[in-house]
């Protein structure tokens, strides 16, 4: 117990950290946090809503609700499946449990995150959009996306070191993912043999249940935010198994 609250202490300090020394990097600070999203968002609201007339009712909020999530999780994902390899330095000088890396790197990007969310809440809040008691499942969303991050997150940073091209394969994944989502357009008006195809990507499930919360007021589908969490247990015993498997060759192939 002593240690896991040693190195629960060392993620959150080492994420604040690192955090502060991006801030401090640029002359915007922590303000470039806001203003990339919002920059990342105009530019898709602009292609797709006003463009494209894409997403139905609630235009703004449909599309800012999954592209705050999916940012998350896209950032979350990269910092993560790299964190072992961007900490070669620090492997090399001291023993740290290697789940720390990807640990704190989820840790960072949600943290961002955060901010982010916020925003959304307050732009929500203010286009009309009463808080109902289905909004009380929030942190259990963040919850349930976060445990699914650090299992993804765990595997691909045990990877990344010994196979270098899976860095492609990921982000070249990624955006994959992101255009089979939901972010753009509603999975319900598809046919059962697409969202048989689609709702194998979590994230479908996991963004289209934010927007049922936050926008129509209804509570996420349980069942599925259950096989989530035991899908995610389950990848999170492969990982951790994994980087203890091989903690002690990180070292010796980076």
């Known amino acids: 117990m002593n240690k896991f609250r040693h ?9 604040a950290a690192d955090l502060l020394t991006e801030a401090r990097r640029g002359y915007l600070g922590v303000l470039w946090w806001i203003i990339e999203p919002i920059i990342y968002m105009s530019v898709f609201y602009l292609i797709f809503v006003v463009v494209f007339d894409r997403g139905g009712e ?9 592209l705050v999530v999916w940012k998350w999780f896209s950032a979350a994902i990269l910092q993560s499946s790299n964190s072992i390899s961007a900490n070669v330095g620090l492997i090399r000088q001291v023993y740290i ?14 943290m961002k995150f955060f901010i982010v969310f916020i925003l959304l809440v307050g732009f929500l809040v203010l286009s009309g959009k009463t808080p109902s008691i289905s909004w009380l499942s929030i942190p259990l969303l963040i919850s349930i996306q976060w445990l699914l991050m650090l299992s993804i997150g765990c595997i691909l940073s045990v990877l990344v070191p010994f196979l270098p091209d899976m860095k492609l394969i990921i982000e070249n994944g990624l955006i994959l993912m992101f255009f089979l989502s939901g972010v753009f357009f509603d999975i319900s008006v ?8 689609l709702y194998l990507n979590p994230m479908v499930g996991i963004i289209e249940s934010y927007r049922n919360v936050m926008l129509n ?14 899908s995610s247990l389950l990848a999170l015993l492969v990982g951790v198994y994994m980087l203890v498997r091989y ?8």
Not at 217 to 230: A, E, K, N, T
Not at 247 to 254: G, M, P, S, T
């Open 7 to 15: 190195y629960f202490s060392l993620v959150m300090q080492k994420s």
């Open 58 to 66: 609630d235009r703004v909020g449909f599309l800012l609700t999954g």
């Open 97 to 110: 449990p290697k789940i720390v890396f990807p640990s704190m790197a989820i840790m960072s990007a949600t």
């Open 190 to 197: 598809a046919s059962p043999e697409v969202k048989t195809f």
């Open 217 to 230: 007021g209804v509570w996420p589908d349980w069942i599925f935010l259950s096989v989530v969490v035991v």
């Open 247 to 254: 903690d002690r060759q990180f070292a010796k192939v980076l």
